[in-house]
């Protein structure tokens, strides 16, 4: 009994040995990142200033690589099944790692099945309207939205989308009711809006501020607690009379189940190094994205959010018996 305690005392001892010299040479290759959406949109822009913001701490390249499909599912399950060595990365945010859970019969668990690395950056929506309808503030929207309740088009990204979701919440906030425009992606929706076939978008604030920089479309309140810094003339819907109407598409870092301890520290730690750089900080910004404080740039901040979001979400999102083709 002895002998086995002491082979078994041993054993540990040379995995332990073996797991630590694994992370202590970790990375010597070139890593993945799988990004969960097309080349070009806001998440494999985050993914791509992200990658190269990282690369100094950790001597080795991050490969971008897009995978589509399913709002994101696709992609997320790619990672789950990948082998949880350091070397595949899953960026996503809080339709792919939160409402989808709501929605899809997923073939894995969000929260069991990987391991949160870091919280990047939160993404708030704009309540944006074309030019054309009879607003100018939050408040007359929403009587202008209850006064044409058969001309009140909201686009969207689809259903279960960050925009459709946000519509759906807007209602629930605003005793309203609006008449969903669902499109292939935010882009061709944001044309329509900007030719006013379309009358107002729940959109991400990277996507929206442009075309509010150019007067092509008009905003009217930023869904979060303060104010964007790359738009301080935008007010929050806690200053407009609708405190707590807040929406926010985080970006957030995960790697599989069961990767070691070490190496995703070492992750960790290549995101905050990446965060703190300036030229890193001001295109995100400039994107419109809020990076939080260093503090909450941890596994352990991640998975509090993710976990809160799920339980704010899934009721929602269930309740308005949302429904994907």
């Known amino acids: 009994m002895m002998k086995l305690r002491v082979a078994g005392?041993?054993?540990?001892?040379t995995l332990a040995g073996i797991t630590g010299s694994i992370a202590e040479d970790y990375p010597n290759r070139p890593i993945t990142m799988i990004v969960p959406f097309a080349a070009g949109g806001p998440t494999d822009v985050v993914a791509r200033i992200m990658a190269e913001g990282m690369r100094p701490a950790l001597g080795q390249t991050i490969v971008i690589e897009n995978i589509t499909g399913a709002a994101g599912s696709i992609a997320v399950g790619r990672a789950v099944r990948s082998a949880p060595d350091g070397y595949t990365l899953s960026i996503g945010h809080w339709s792919t790692h939160v409402i989808?859970?709501?929605?899809?019969?997923?073939?894995?668990?969000?929260?069991?099945?990987?391991?949160?690395?870091?919280?990047?950056?939160?993404?708030?929506?704009?309540?944006?309207?074309?030019n054309k309808v009879q607003a100018d503030d939050l408040k007359s929207l929403i009587a202008w939205i209850k006064a044409?309740?058969?001309?009140?088009?909201?686009?969207t990204a689809g259903p279960g989308s960050a925009s459709h979701i946000g519509g759906?919440?807007?209602?629930?906030?605003?005793?309203?009711?609006?008449?969903?425009?669902?499109?292939?992606?935010?882009?061709?929706?944001?044309?329509?809006?900007?030719?006013?076939?379309?009358?107002?978008?729940?959109?991400?604030?990277?996507?929206?501020?442009?075309?509010?920089?150019?007067?092509?479309i008009k905003a009217f309140a930023v869904t979060a607690k303060t104010?964007?810094?790359?738009?301080?003339?935008?007010?929050?819907?806690?200053?407009?009379?609708?405190?707590?109407?807040?929406i926010s598409v985080w970006h957030g870092l995960?790697?599989?189940?069961?990767?070691?301890?070490?190496?995703?520290?070492?992750?960790?730690?290549?995101?905050?190094?990446?965060?703190?750089?300036?030229?890193?900080?001001?295109?995100?910004?400039d994107l419109g994205q809020e990076i939080p404080p260093r503090e909450q740039q941890t596994p352990e901040?991640?998975?509090t959010?993710?976990?809160?979001?799920?339980?704010?979400?899934?009721?929602?999102?269930?309740?308005?018996?949302?429904?994907?083709?």
């Open 254 to 285: 995960w790697v599989p189940k069961g990767t070691p301890k070490p190496i995703i520290a070492k992750l960790t730690a290549a995101v905050q190094v990446a965060l703190a750089n300036p030229n890193v900080r001001k295109r995100l910004a």
């Open 227 to 246: 104010r964007l810094a790359a738009a301080p003339d935008i007010p929050t819907v806690d200053e407009l009379g609708m405190p707590g109407f807040y």
């Open 100 to 130: 989808n859970g709501a929605i899809y019969n997923l073939p894995y668990d969000l929260l069991a099945d990987l391991e949160p690395v870091a919280l990047l950056a939160a993404n708030p929506q704009l309540i944006v309207a074309n």
């Open 168 to 216: 759906v919440y807007f209602e629930r906030f605003s005793d309203t009711k609006l008449l969903f425009v669902p499109y292939r992606g935010t882009g061709p929706a944001m044309q329509d809006l900007i030719a006013g076939q379309i009358s107002l978008m729940l959109d991400q604030s990277s996507n929206s501020l442009p075309q509010v920089r150019n007067k092509q």
């Open 9 to 13: 005392i041993a054993l540990l001892a």
């Open 301 to 303: 901040a991640l998975a």
């Open 148 to 155: 044409n309740p058969d001309k009140a088009t909201a686009g």
């Open 305 to 325: 959010l993710q976990k809160a979001e799920i339980q704010k979400w899934w009721p929602i999102v269930k309740a308005a018996n949302i429904k994907v083709d």
